[in-house]
């Protein structure tokens, strides 16, 4: 490894069906950092990966090294570098989304033991995957459940839906939600009842209902509802007669400006559904899907593990805290130790000195053009990633036009 603590990195990216194409995406503009990356407007680019994932490592621009195999306990800190065997505990990313991802959980640490001992297949580690998301562009996503009165509207307003969740199960749950004797205990397993009848449904159920749930929204119009039809419609035209369709029901839709966040807890129904985003999660494959997704639906374990909390959508959205001693650098810190994100914003000519962490941090630049100063200064271009050590204190200037964002996952 370069002796330098802050080094250059060379980063991969994936390509899903769902993702952005060509240069509409994201993730292909900040590739074109990557030597002799061509962009392909008929290819999806999906993720952009910086880390130490076997599936998509970084290297050493200067000597195409993995980041793994120069990883060590002072860069990573002898505390990091035993707790997480000499790994960084976290994959940061960026994601450009066309169309929805599953409607998932991610199981909790003890969840995720039993699961890869069951079934290691499937589950392919013993670890949480909590998640944080920051949006690079306007962004969409399902997170948690919506509150009770709210689907308690919904099962009043649409039959599709009631349809499939039958008369006895539908009256049960409005009985107790709207019950000012019921504790949240027994509003949670209504509402558990709820969704575990839903997504239950045989498929022929599910084909019918949709079919009928389009044609009020053909015969009404997409602005009949709000937003709630558009969405539907979307849904259902990206994923047709699949049960996630409804769980437009169930769930918040959230949409985040720039700069906003959601952070997604273990045992959490959620969905992005478009968008760009930087997001950082711990170092674990495992997801429990449900819906909006040709792949394994593990509808069994997904009921089992949700919290079932429930509540307003603005309250999902979560918004950066002014870092210690800086002036243009944000904090998104959540309550997990594996990792936190900081943003930071320059105009020309303008600087902000960030005190070293205590752990290793990677950065990368999605806006404009700056210079990144150690002992050394480096142009710090869109698309560029870094690799800091720890306790290493940086300056980071604006020198485009432009505004310099960059984003920067660490662990202390």
């Known amino acids: 490894m370069s002796s330098s603590p802050v080094v250059r990195l060379v980063c991969s990216t994936q390509s899903y069906d769902w993702g952005k194409l060509g240069n509409d995406s994201k993730v292909a503009q900040l590739a074109r950092s990557i030597p002799d990356f061509q962009v392909d407007n008929s290819k999806p680019y999906a993720e952009f990966w910086m880390g130490t994932h076997p599936n998509g490592p970084s290297r050493l621009a200067d000597s195409n090294k993995p980041l793994k195999e120069v990883l060590n306990a002072t860069n990573l800190t002898e505390k990091l570098h035993s707790r997480y065997h000499g790994d960084l505990p976290f994959l940061f990313k960026i994601l450009s989304i066309r169309k929805a991802l599953s409607i998932q959980a991610h199981p909790d640490k003890k969840l995720a033991t039993e699961l890869h001992t069951k079934f290691p297949d499937l589950y392919k580690d013993p670890n949480h995957k909590p998640e944080m998301a920051i949006a690079l562009t306007p962004f969409e996503a399902f997170i948690n459940f919506r509150p009770l009165e709210e689907i308690c509207s919904h099962l009043e307003s649409f039959p599709e839906f009631r349809a499939l969740i039958g008369e006895d199960t539908t009256t049960q749950f409005m009985e107790t939600a709207k019950s000012s004797k019921a504790d949240l205990s027994a509003k949670k397993s209504a509402l558990r009842a709820l969704f575990e009848k839903l997504m239950k449904s045989s498929q022929e159920a599910i084909t019918a209902q949709i079919g009928k749930l389009m044609s009020r929204i053909d015969s009404e119009g997409l602005k009949a509802t709000g937003e709630l039809y558009e969405l539907l419609h979307r849904l259902n035209t990206q994923f047709p007669d699949d049960i996630g369709v409804f769980c437009a029901f169930l769930l918040n839709h959230v949409k985040l400006n720039p700069g906003e966040s959601i952070f997604l807890a273990a045992n959490e129904p959620h969905a992005y559904l478009c968008g760009d985003c930087v997001e950082c999660m711990a170092a674990s494959d495992n997801v429990i899907r449900s819906g909006l997704t040709p792949k394994f639906k593990d509808v069994n374990t997904l009921v089992d593990c949700l919290t079932y909390n429930h509540g307003p959508a603005e309250t999902q959205i979560l918004h950066g805290v002014p870092h210690k001693n800086t002036k243009h650098t944000l904090l998104y810190d959540p309550p997990i130790e ?36 150690h002992k050394e200064s480096t142009d710090a271009k869109l698309g560029d990633v870094f690799f800091i050590a720890a306790n290493v204190p940086i300056t980071l200037t604006g020198k485009s036009e432009k505004p310099f964002i960059a984003y920067r996952a660490f662990c202390e």
């Open 338 to 373: 594996e990792f936190s994100i900081l943003q930071t914003k320059l105009s020309k000519g303008v600087e902000d000195k960030v005190e070293g962490v205590d752990g290793p941090s990677i950065l990368i630049v999605t806006e404009g053009e700056g210079v990144l100063a």
